[in-house]
Protein backbone atom coordinates (compact mmCIF):
# COMPACT_ATOMS: atom_id res chain seq x y z
CA UNK A 1 0.00 0.00 0.00
CA UNK A 2 1.01 4.06 -0.60
CA UNK A 3 2.98 5.00 2.14
CA UNK A 4 3.91 8.74 0.64
CA UNK A 5 1.63 11.95 -0.27
CA UNK A 6 -1.66 11.84 -1.60
CA UNK A 7 -1.49 11.57 -5.40
CA UNK A 8 -3.14 14.38 -7.29
CA UNK A 9 -6.95 12.96 -7.47
CA UNK A 10 -7.32 14.51 -10.99
CA UNK A 11 -5.35 12.90 -13.05
CA UNK A 12 -6.28 10.93 -16.02
CA UNK A 13 -3.97 7.61 -14.01
CA UNK A 14 -6.32 8.13 -10.98
CA UNK A 15 -9.56 7.86 -13.04
CA UNK A 16 -8.08 4.32 -14.16
CA UNK A 17 -6.93 3.31 -10.97
CA UNK A 18 -9.98 4.27 -8.81
CA UNK A 19 -11.95 2.25 -11.68
CA UNK A 20 -9.89 -0.52 -11.27
CA UNK A 21 -9.81 -0.37 -7.90
CA UNK A 22 -13.77 -0.54 -8.10
CA UNK A 23 -13.67 -3.62 -10.60
CA UNK A 24 -11.66 -6.01 -7.87
CA UNK A 25 -14.48 -4.80 -5.17
CA UNK A 26 -17.18 -5.98 -7.49
CA UNK A 27 -15.27 -8.98 -8.73
CA UNK A 28 -14.81 -9.69 -5.31
CA UNK A 29 -18.21 -9.13 -3.50
CA UNK A 30 -19.62 -11.44 -6.14
CA UNK A 31 -17.38 -14.12 -5.32
CA UNK A 32 -18.47 -13.71 -1.71
CA UNK A 33 -22.52 -13.86 -3.23
CA UNK A 34 -21.60 -16.80 -5.82
CA UNK A 35 -18.37 -18.71 -4.76
CA UNK A 36 -17.01 -17.76 -8.30
CA UNK A 37 -15.72 -14.62 -10.29
CA UNK A 38 -17.38 -13.86 -13.30
CA UNK A 39 -15.79 -12.72 -16.95
CA UNK A 40 -19.06 -11.10 -17.34
CA UNK A 41 -18.43 -7.54 -16.16
CA UNK A 42 -21.84 -6.58 -16.02
CA UNK A 43 -23.15 -9.41 -14.08
CA UNK A 44 -20.81 -8.35 -11.37
CA UNK A 45 -22.24 -5.19 -11.19
CA UNK A 46 -19.10 -3.06 -12.49
CA UNK A 47 -20.04 0.11 -14.34
CA UNK A 48 -17.37 2.67 -14.77
CA UNK A 49 -18.30 6.45 -14.78
CA UNK A 50 -18.84 8.26 -18.36
CA UNK A 51 -17.13 11.34 -19.33
CA UNK A 52 -18.80 14.58 -17.79
CA UNK A 53 -20.28 15.14 -21.23
CA UNK A 54 -21.82 11.43 -21.70
CA UNK A 55 -19.05 10.67 -24.20
CA UNK A 56 -17.34 6.80 -23.05
CA UNK A 57 -14.29 5.41 -24.64
CA UNK A 58 -14.45 3.33 -28.14
CA UNK A 59 -14.21 -0.43 -26.97
CA UNK A 60 -11.58 -2.54 -28.88
CA UNK A 61 -14.10 -6.05 -29.29
CA UNK A 62 -16.36 -8.12 -27.43
CA UNK A 63 -16.13 -8.29 -23.35
CA UNK A 64 -14.92 -4.78 -23.18
CA UNK A 65 -16.66 -2.09 -20.83
CA UNK A 66 -15.90 1.44 -21.50
CA UNK A 67 -15.64 4.57 -18.95
CA UNK A 68 -14.23 7.92 -20.06
CA UNK A 69 -10.73 7.41 -20.71
CA UNK A 70 -10.02 3.87 -20.42
CA UNK A 71 -11.60 0.62 -21.21
CA UNK A 72 -12.06 -2.73 -18.60
CA UNK A 73 -11.97 -6.26 -19.37
CA UNK A 74 -11.71 -9.57 -17.05
CA UNK A 75 -8.54 -11.83 -18.91
CA UNK A 76 -9.07 -14.64 -16.98
CA UNK A 77 -10.98 -16.92 -14.08
CA UNK A 78 -10.44 -19.78 -12.23
CA UNK A 79 -13.01 -21.69 -10.41
CA UNK A 80 -13.48 -22.99 -6.80
CA UNK A 81 -11.48 -23.87 -4.62
CA UNK A 82 -9.30 -22.01 -5.82
CA UNK A 83 -10.63 -18.69 -6.89
CA UNK A 84 -8.82 -16.10 -9.04
CA UNK A 85 -9.03 -13.62 -12.01
CA UNK A 86 -7.29 -11.33 -13.89
CA UNK A 87 -8.66 -7.85 -15.36
CA UNK A 88 -7.21 -5.40 -17.32
CA UNK A 89 -8.12 -1.29 -17.73
CA UNK A 90 -6.29 0.16 -21.02
CA UNK A 91 -6.45 3.77 -22.12
CA UNK A 92 -8.05 4.76 -24.80
CA UNK A 93 -5.82 5.81 -27.90
CA UNK A 94 -6.39 9.70 -28.72
CA UNK A 95 -6.99 10.30 -24.89
CA UNK A 96 -4.56 11.37 -22.08
CA UNK A 97 -5.28 7.98 -21.43
CA UNK A 98 -3.25 6.59 -23.85
CA UNK A 99 -0.50 4.05 -23.49
CA UNK A 100 -1.67 3.44 -20.06
CA UNK A 101 -2.24 -0.29 -18.86
CA UNK A 102 -3.57 -1.39 -15.53
CA UNK A 103 -3.55 -4.97 -13.90
CA UNK A 104 -5.18 -6.11 -11.03
CA UNK A 105 -5.75 -9.69 -10.03
CA UNK A 106 -6.01 -12.56 -7.39
CA UNK A 107 -2.60 -14.53 -8.70
CA UNK A 108 -4.34 -16.91 -5.10
CA UNK A 109 -6.73 -16.81 -3.75
CA UNK A 110 -5.26 -14.85 -0.43
CA UNK A 111 -3.28 -12.54 -2.27
CA UNK A 112 -3.31 -9.41 -4.69
CA UNK A 113 -1.43 -7.96 -7.54
CA UNK A 114 -2.54 -4.34 -8.62
CA UNK A 115 0.00 -2.88 -10.76
CA UNK A 116 -0.02 0.22 -13.35
CA UNK A 117 2.46 0.58 -16.89
CA UNK A 118 3.35 3.95 -18.75
CA UNK A 119 5.91 4.78 -21.28
CA UNK A 120 7.42 1.23 -20.42
CA UNK A 121 7.90 1.76 -16.82
CA UNK A 122 5.66 -0.60 -14.37
CA UNK A 123 5.13 0.23 -10.64
CA UNK A 124 2.79 -0.95 -7.94
CA UNK A 125 -0.41 0.18 -7.53
CA UNK A 126 -0.70 1.74 -3.20
CA UNK A 127 -4.69 0.19 -2.63
CA UNK A 128 -4.41 4.00 -0.96
CA UNK A 129 -3.78 5.37 -4.12
CA UNK A 130 -6.01 8.51 -5.36
CA UNK A 131 -7.96 8.66 -2.39
CA UNK A 132 -8.60 12.07 -0.47
CA UNK A 133 -6.37 13.67 1.67
CA UNK A 134 -7.59 12.14 4.54
CA UNK A 135 -7.11 8.60 3.51
CA UNK A 136 -2.88 9.42 4.53
CA UNK A 137 -3.22 9.86 7.87
CA UNK A 138 -2.47 7.73 10.97
CA UNK A 139 -5.72 7.30 12.07
CA UNK A 140 -7.53 6.40 8.99
CA UNK A 141 -4.74 3.87 8.24
CA UNK A 142 -5.66 2.45 11.94
CA UNK A 143 -9.08 1.42 10.21
CA UNK A 144 -7.75 -0.75 8.20
CA UNK A 145 -6.71 -2.68 11.49
CA UNK A 146 -9.99 -1.94 12.82
CA UNK A 147 -11.77 -3.04 10.00
CA UNK A 148 -9.95 -6.42 9.53
CA UNK A 149 -10.39 -6.95 13.48
CA UNK A 150 -13.95 -6.51 13.36
CA UNK A 151 -14.32 -8.98 10.30
CA UNK A 152 -11.95 -11.53 12.28
CA UNK A 153 -14.77 -11.16 15.34
CA UNK A 154 -17.50 -11.95 12.85
CA UNK A 155 -15.48 -15.21 11.66
CA UNK A 156 -14.54 -16.45 14.62
CA UNK A 157 -18.50 -16.29 15.82
CA UNK A 158 -19.68 -17.81 12.70
CA UNK A 159 -17.31 -20.43 13.19
CA UNK A 160 -18.98 -20.95 16.67
CA UNK A 161 -22.40 -21.22 15.78
CA UNK A 162 -21.04 -24.21 12.95
CA UNK A 163 -18.74 -26.03 15.33
CA UNK A 164 -19.22 -25.17 18.37
CA UNK A 165 -16.05 -23.67 19.44
CA UNK A 166 -13.46 -21.14 18.68
CA UNK A 167 -10.28 -21.53 16.27
CA UNK A 168 -7.01 -19.79 16.72
CA UNK A 169 -6.30 -21.25 13.52
CA UNK A 170 -7.14 -18.23 11.08
CA UNK A 171 -6.95 -20.58 7.26
CA UNK A 172 -9.62 -22.98 9.26
CA UNK A 173 -12.07 -20.25 10.43
CA UNK A 174 -11.49 -18.27 6.79
CA UNK A 175 -9.84 -15.33 7.76
CA UNK A 176 -8.39 -14.07 4.94
CA UNK A 177 -7.02 -10.05 5.14
CA UNK A 178 -6.32 -8.65 2.25
CA UNK A 179 -2.30 -8.67 1.26
CA UNK A 180 -0.24 -5.46 -0.38
CA UNK A 181 -1.19 -4.90 -3.71
CA UNK A 182 2.67 -6.29 -5.05
CA UNK A 183 1.57 -9.52 -3.61
CA UNK A 184 3.78 -9.42 -0.22
CA UNK A 185 2.66 -9.70 2.99
CA UNK A 186 4.67 -9.39 6.64
CA UNK A 187 5.29 -12.27 8.61
CA UNK A 188 4.33 -12.31 12.43
CA UNK A 189 7.06 -13.85 15.29
CA UNK A 190 5.24 -16.95 14.40
CA UNK A 191 3.31 -19.03 12.48
CA UNK A 192 0.01 -18.41 15.02
CA UNK A 193 0.66 -14.79 13.08
CA UNK A 194 -1.19 -14.36 9.52
CA UNK A 195 -0.42 -11.07 7.75
CA UNK A 196 -2.78 -8.78 6.10
CA UNK A 197 -0.97 -5.72 4.55
CA UNK A 198 0.29 -2.83 7.74
CA UNK A 199 -0.96 -5.24 9.85
CA UNK A 200 -0.49 -8.69 11.23
CA UNK A 201 -2.88 -11.22 12.89
CA UNK A 202 -3.68 -13.93 15.49
CA UNK A 203 -6.13 -15.28 17.83
CA UNK A 204 -5.86 -17.07 21.38
CA UNK A 205 -8.29 -18.86 22.40
CA UNK A 206 -9.27 -18.49 25.53
CA UNK A 207 -10.90 -20.35 28.49
CA UNK A 208 -14.27 -18.43 28.22
CA UNK A 209 -13.80 -17.56 24.35
CA UNK A 210 -10.96 -15.60 22.49
CA UNK A 211 -8.89 -12.62 21.76
CA UNK A 212 -8.13 -11.55 18.73
CA UNK A 213 -4.93 -9.09 17.82
CA UNK A 214 -4.17 -7.17 15.12
CA UNK A 215 -0.38 -5.56 15.78
CA UNK A 216 0.43 -2.66 12.46
CA UNK A 217 3.87 -2.97 11.76
CA UNK A 218 4.33 -0.42 9.14
CA UNK A 219 2.99 2.55 8.00
CA UNK A 220 2.15 5.48 10.44
CA UNK A 221 0.30 3.20 12.81
CA UNK A 222 3.21 0.95 13.35
CA UNK A 223 3.65 -0.26 17.17
CA UNK A 224 -0.41 0.33 17.26
CA UNK A 225 -2.07 -3.16 18.71
CA UNK A 226 -5.38 -3.64 18.74
CA UNK A 227 -7.31 -6.75 20.78
CA UNK A 228 -10.89 -8.16 20.49
CA UNK A 229 -12.37 -10.14 22.53
CA UNK A 230 -15.51 -12.76 22.20
CA UNK A 231 -17.57 -9.84 23.72
CA UNK A 232 -17.07 -7.76 21.10
CA UNK A 233 -15.11 -5.38 23.39
CA UNK A 234 -12.13 -4.10 21.69
CA UNK A 235 -9.01 -1.90 23.07
CA UNK A 236 -5.96 -0.15 21.34
CA UNK A 237 -2.45 0.69 22.62
CA UNK A 238 -1.29 2.72 23.03
CA UNK A 239 -4.58 4.52 23.69
CA UNK A 240 -5.04 6.60 20.51
CA UNK A 241 -5.27 10.35 20.56
CA UNK A 242 -4.73 13.35 17.82
CA UNK A 243 -3.54 11.44 14.27
CA UNK A 244 -1.20 8.90 16.31
CA UNK A 245 0.92 11.54 17.85
Known amino acids: MAEGTPVDCGTVECEGIRETRALYEAERSYLQETDRYSLDLATVGFAPAACADGSRAPVPGPGWVAGCHFVYRVTAVTGFPNSTFTAVAQGASGTPA???????????????LFWLERAGVRRYVGWDECLPAASF?????????????????????AFLQEKDRYSSNLEEVGFVPMGCTDGTRPTGPDSSWKGGCRFIYRVEV???????????????????TMKIDETGTTTITPVPFSDCQ
Open 98 to 112: AGITLQIGTPTFDSI
Open 206 to 224: TPTGFIATARAVSGLAAGT
Open 137 to 157: TCDAQRREGIRNLRDLYTTER
